[in-house]
């Protein structure tokens, strides 16, 4: 009904955000990934799932169409509703289900709040063959790749003498890919100055 809403990110809450587009403020559902990727103020495309029951209306809304897919698919499962689903996609992101669904990782997908280990085995039967397949040793090998390159980079803001949490903190926004050492210092350095 409505594939996605374009417009500025007026408000973020804890689990929504308003999105003003021609005057209209809309109050979307989202999860913790898409909420950590936008920022309020900014102009921005929302794609949006509308969940129609008898006594409301509620439009759900992600950052980018594969968060919004993965969505439908977990929405999909028997027993699985939209507040399940954004619990799910708040503690992992798409690549991250979908290699917990293909490795049978009931543990990872059971830490979302109200999924139990009964509701996640049911995620894991009914999508495994749902989803496109991720090639596991491609993902663990950039996440090694990854978690060398922040510890490096953690190391040298501790030296300008920011502790570890404040390190951490100050990349965990940051998109590592395209940037060289000295890009991210710098956005790490406003992160921390702001």
């Known amino acids: 009904m409505i594939n996605y809403i374009k417009g500025e990110i007026t408000k973020k809450g804890l689990d929504?955000?308003?999105?003003?587009?021609?005057g209209i403020g809309y109050?979307?559902?989202?999860?913790?990934?898409t909420l950590n990727k936008i920022q309020s103020g900014s102009e921005t495309v929302i794609f949006t799932y509308l969940h129609v029951r008898e006594d409301i209306l509620s439009l759900f809304g992600f950052a980018d169409n594969d968060e919004?897919?993965?969505?439908?698919?977990?929405?999909s499962v028997n027993g699985v509703?939209?507040?399940a689903g954004l619990s799910i996609l708040s503690i992992l992101d798409?690549?991250?289900?979908?290699?917990?669904?293909?490795?049978?990782d009931i543990q990872k997908i059971s830490k979302a709040s109200?999924?139990?280990?009964?509701?996640?085995?049911?995620i894991v039967l009914e999508l495994k063959d749902k989803i496109e397949k991720v090639d596991i040793e491609d993902v663990i090998e950039s996440s090694k790749v990854v978690e060398n390159e922040t510890s490096e980079l953690i190391k040298v803001l501790m030296t300008l003498g920011f502790t570890q949490n404040e390190a951490?903190?100050?990349?965990k926004n940051i998109n590592l890919q395209d940037k060289n050492e000295n890009e991210?210092?710098?956005?790490?350095?406003?992160?921390?100055?702001?």
């Open 16 to 22: 929504f955000l308003v999105i003003e587009n021609g």
């Open 27 to 33: 109050h979307i559902n989202t999860s913790q990934n």
């Open 68 to 75: 919004l897919e993965m969505f439908k698919k977990l929405i």
């Open 81 to 83: 509703g939209p507040k």
């Open 94 to 104: 798409t690549v991250s289900l979908k290699v917990a669904i293909s490795t049978n």
């Open 114 to 122: 109200g999924i139990g280990k009964k509701t996640a085995s049911k």
């Open 168 to 171: 951490k903190k100050s990349l």
């Open 184 to 194: 991210i210092i710098k956005e790490a350095l406003r992160n921390l100055n702001n």
